[in-house]
């Protein structure tokens, strides 16, 4: 193909996205295409993650990878393929998984003696390896974390919200004690929280999943809950606390300090590629990506502007002293494409959400300033060269500070107190968001109300407000309100 050919092409490829307001499913999925962080794979359910989007996983990684590993934990790898017999070995995690398990049954052109499941989540194979490995109070507490991939069949799949496959990390810790396994539980769900809201820049609602809704095989489960910008929930990360259920199921004793036989105490927890469509759902908007400068993949993008081949030369030189003298306080990206105009560039790095545009032309060269341009509100300013680093590190920080306020503001102005069932349902079907109701506690309740209305109840949260009230259902007592809304 010509070079002509190859620009018409590329030109072709960078139009406008679905409105939001239009078909929010259907914008969602252009903007993950067209900014190219992923594309749909051959095999039904399953993603490729593109260079651009596995750039921003892997500053996700960075930043959780440190915050997990400053906590006292140890990164480990453990197998793929786990034999059924593992999970069958805790009833109600096989139950909650079946659906979802992907099984070997062949291998090397015979069939297996015992089928070998694709792993879903990795409890049973690491409670097998730390049966062994856990022998005295001394060898407590174990602190693990596994960045894995996990498969788990998915009927109805979305790029990086619901694949068949996809990424995460995996937490897994053994403890000597209760209160020590509870307080880690609330610990990595913490370390999630503030994650998500200085990095990815996302508030969150921390709080205990309800029993319907718990991990299968935990005792408890916490979640932090997001609101996107269609004003559904998303779970962007849990933490779970399992008791001594996985612990019973595989034998996992330890001789304490009197000298007597106990089983640990256990949680798991975990945050998966999931985060990258929460960021792209919260922060996004009708003309791409809006992505977090921590996150970002490229904080800052300059881009020449030029006619002549004088011009260029001038621009450019300029250009290469800008990028080195930034390049130690930034992450700094050269468009120098030559077969594209500035302004195509310009849409292209606003649909790749770039926080900071910088814009180099001949009168910048001779005024030795530049243009910046924000991607979050598009507001231009100029600046001087003389200390540009200094006015690009505040302007990220507030850009960072504004994406979180402005994401709160819009969590906060649909979030509503709602009292009736009927006012719930009107709710609910109209512009949604999180409700804030009560709820008796019971089960049949809540299935109801997810039932009849697709909502559910996403946390009882920690910080809720005081005072009883009368369940949506039944008029029931309630000792607090919980959150509901739809979700993803």
């Not at 507490?141 to 998915?154: C, G, K, S």
């Not at 006619?307 to 002293?321: H, L």
């Not at 959150?483 to 993803?488: M, N, P, R, S």
Request: glycine share 6%; proline share 4%.
């Amino acid at each position: 193909m010509s070079k002509e050919g190859r620009n018409d092409k590329r030109q072709a490829s960078i139009k406008g996205v679905t409105p939001r307001g239009e078909d929010y499913a259907r914008w969602y999925t252009d903007v993950v295409q067209k900014a190219e962080l992923a594309d749909y794979s051959t095999v039904k359910g399953a993603m490729v993650i593109r260079p651009y989007g596995y750039a921003l996983w892997e500053n996700i990684q960075r930043q959780l990878d440190d915050r997990i590993k400053a906590t006292g934990h140890s990164n480990a790898y453990f197998p793929l393929f786990i034999p059924m017999s593992y999970l069958r070995r805790e009833a109600e995690h096989v139950e909650g998984f079946s659906p979802e398990l992907a099984v070997v049954t062949h291998a090397g052109g015979k069939e297996l003696e015992e089928p070998l499941v694709v792993r879903p989540t990795s409890e049973t194979i690491i409670n097998e390896m730390l049966a062994k490995w856990i022998q005295s109070y001394r060898d407590l507490p174990v602190l693990l974390n596994q960045w894995a991939n996990v498969v788990r069949w998915e009927l109805r799949p979305r790029l990086f919200l619901r694949t068949t496959e996809f990424l995460w990390q995996e937490g897994h810790t053994a403890h000597a004690t209760e209160r020590e396994a509870r307080e880690e539980t609330l610990r990595m769900l913490d370390v999630y929280a503030e994650f998500a809201e200085t990095c990815a820049a996302l508030p969150v609602i921390r709080g205990r999943k309800t029993q319907k809704e718990k991990f299968a095989g935990a005792v408890d489960t916490y979640a932090i809950e997001a609101m996107m910008g269609d004003r559904r929930a998303l779970q962007a990360g849990t933490s779970h606390f399992l008791g001594q259920n996985f612990a019973k199921a595989f034998n996992i004793q330890f001789l304490d300090e009197a000298n007597e036989q106990k089983y640990v105490w256990q949680t798991s927890w975990g945050v998966s590629t999931r985060m990258v469509g929460a960021i792209v759902m919260a922060h996004g908007d009708d003309k791409g990506l809006v992505l977090p400068p921590v996150l970002a993949p490229h904080q800052v993008v300059i881009v020449p502007i030029y006619r002549t081949e004088e011009e260029r030369a001038a621009v450019m030189q300029a250009v290469d002293s800008l990028k080195q003298q930034l390049a130690a306080a930034v992450r700094v990206h050269v468009d120098a494409r030559d077969n594209l105009s500035p302004g195509w560039k310009f849409n292209d790095w606003e649909m790749r959400g770039v926080p900071v545009r910088l814009e180099v032309g001949p009168k910048d060269v001779s005024s030795r300033q530049v243009v910046l341009a924000r991607r979050d509100t598009g507001a231009k300013t100029p600046a001087s060269w003389d200390c540009l680093t200094g006015t690009l590190n505040a302007l990220l920080a507030d850009v960072q500070k504004s994406m979180y306020d402005r994401a709160l503001a819009f969590r906060e102005a649909n979030t509503k107190r709602i009292d009736s069932y009927d006012e719930f349902k009107a709710f609910m079907d109209a512009q949604g968001g999180f409700a804030l109701s009560h709820w008796c506690g019971s089960t049949e309740c809540e299935a109801r109300i997810g039932e009849e209305t697709k909502a559910t109840i996403r946390v009882i949260p920690f910080e809720r407000e005081n005072g009883s009230g009368e369940c949506l259902i039944c008029g029931g007592e309630s000792d607090g309100r919980v959150v509901f809304a739809k979700a993803y």
